[in-house]
């Protein structure tokens, strides 16, 4: 089991060369990602992965710099031209908040329908022209349902305590979810995959928050948001978008606290808000954690095996 740091700046804007929020992990060869930011279709092929060896997408919630490349991966990653996808590929992620305007036609089943009429003439062309299978039914998109039991809602208590749920199980990985609080944004989720070599968490967007302990417990591997609220103060920016800075992401001490309660034994800073340098953000997370540290660049490979691999014959 590996975990691929394709892209790891926040969006949506560009301020520098790094490409924007995916993270692959790879299972015995077969592989998932978490978000489709800017760059990931290049970023994936650079790291060898075949779209006919992706088994699932996971988006941790509808930000633009989290779902813009979405289309592009599929469009080029999509068909035996291209060592592509050819057969269904589930794709999870928030449905809508139904106290929004519009719900009914947002969240993720709705905009990779949208997604995929905006494409129709090309997927029909190449379809028809190169003997692709039809993109429309190999992405399989669906809403994640909250537990039943979970009383949540943007308006009130958007993470309350809750266990984490199941999302996604094959015969390689289990996949489990949990809210995080990534203010307005509602619902906004981290995932944690499980395997017989061991388990790594995924953050997504949240400030620092008791739920982001609770999925993180007992994992082999934590990568986690982090923001540089300096760099923003220093910016002419409005006042709502460093509110937003503030309460919607978490500062490298707050990163260092959540490791340190649960436990996980090495942690990864990916999706980096700022442009502080690699030592500063380390410094941050070292204020409150005492374990390895690392700062994601792209293209980075982080190994987990618990286990010996059994031998391939």
């Given at each position: 089991?590996?975990?691929?740091?394709?892209?790891?700046?926040?969006?949506?804007?560009?301020?520098?060369?790094?490409?924007?929020?995916?993270?692959?992990?790879?299972?015995?060869?077969?592989?998932y990602l978490v978000d489709f930011g800017l760059g990931v279709t290049r970023a994936a092929h650079s790291a060898g992965l075949r779209g006919e060896d992706?088994?699932?997408?996971?988006?941790?919630?509808?930000?633009?710099?989290?779902?813009?490349?979405?289309?592009?991966?599929?469009?080029?990653?999509?068909?035996?031209?291209?060592?592509?996808?050819?057969?269904?590929?589930?794709?999870?992620?928030?449905?809508?908040?139904?106290?929004?305007?519009?719900?009914?036609?947002?969240?993720?089943?709705?905009?990779?329908?949208?997604?995929?009429?905006?494409?129709?003439?090309?997927?029909?062309?190449?379809?028809?022209?190169?003997?692709?299978?039809?993109?429309?039914?190999?992405?399989?998109?669906?809403?994640?349902?909250?537990?039943?039991?979970?009383?949540?809602?943007?308006?009130?208590?958007?993470?309350?305590?809750?266990?984490?749920?199941?999302?996604?199980?094959?015969?390689?990985?289990?996949?489990?979810?949990?809210?995080?609080?990534?203010?307005?944004?509602?619902?906004?989720?981290?995932?944690?995959?499980?395997?017989?070599?061991?388990?790594?968490?995924?953050?997504?967007?949240?400030?620092?928050?008791?739920?982001?302990?609770?999925?993180?417990?007992?994992?082999?591997?934590?990568?986690?948001?982090?923001?540089?609220?300096?760099?923003?103060?220093?910016?002419?920016?409005?006042?709502?978008?460093?509110?937003?800075?503030?309460?919607?992401?978490?500062?490298?001490?707050?990163?260092?606290?959540?490791?340190?309660?649960?436990?996980?034994?090495?942690?990864?800073?990916?999706?980096?808000?700022g442009l502080a340098t690699d030592e500063e953000w380390e410094a941050g997370v070292r204020t409150e954690f005492a374990g390895t540290v690392t700062v994601?660049?792209?293209?980075?490979?982080?190994?987990?095996?618990?286990?010996?691999?059994?031998?391939?014959?």
């Amino acid at each position: 089991m590996s975990v691929l740091t394709l892209g790891t700046a926040a969006g949506p804007a560009i301020r520098g060369p790094h490409p924007g929020m995916a993270t692959a992990v790879v299972v015995d060869g077969d592989f998932y990602l978490v978000d489709f930011g800017l760059g990931v279709t290049r970023a994936a092929h650079s790291a060898g992965l075949r779209g006919e060896d992706l088994r699932a997408g996971f988006i941790t919630h509808l930000h633009s710099d989290h779902v813009a490349e979405l289309p592009g991966y599929f469009l080029w990653n999509w068909g035996r031209p291209v060592n592509g996808v050819s057969a269904p590929v589930p794709v999870f992620g928030p449905g809508a908040d139904p106290q929004a305007a519009g719900a009914q036609d947002s969240g993720t089943a709705a905009m990779v329908d949208h997604l995929l009429e905006a494409f129709s003439y090309d997927i029909r062309i190449r379809v028809h022209d190169e003997g692709r299978p039809d993109l429309r039914g190999l992405i399989v998109a669906a809403d994640i349902p909250l537990p039943g039991p979970v009383a949540a809602a943007a308006s009130g208590n958007s993470t309350p305590a809750m266990e984490p749920f199941l999302v996604f199980e094959d015969d390689a990985v289990r996949v489990t979810a949990i809210l995080v609080e990534h203010p307005p944004v509602f619902p906004a989720f981290a995932f944690r995959f499980d395997s017989r070599y061991g388990s790594v968490v995924i953050s997504g967007d949240t400030t620092e928050c008791s739920n982001m302990v609770t999925l993180s417990t007992g994992a082999d591997l934590l990568i986690h948001e982090a923001v540089d609220l300096e760099y923003f103060a220093g910016l002419d920016m409005a006042p709502e978008f460093l509110n937003h800075q503030q309460i919607s992401h978490t500062t490298p001490p707050g990163v260092g606290r959540v490791a340190a309660k649960a436990g996980v034994p090495h942690v990864v800073l990916s999706h980096l808000a700022g442009l502080a340098t690699d030592e500063e953000w380390e410094a941050g997370v070292r204020t409150e954690f005492a374990g390895t540290v690392t700062v994601a660049a792209p293209g980075d490979r982080f190994e987990i095996s618990r286990v010996p691999a059994l031998p391939v014959h």
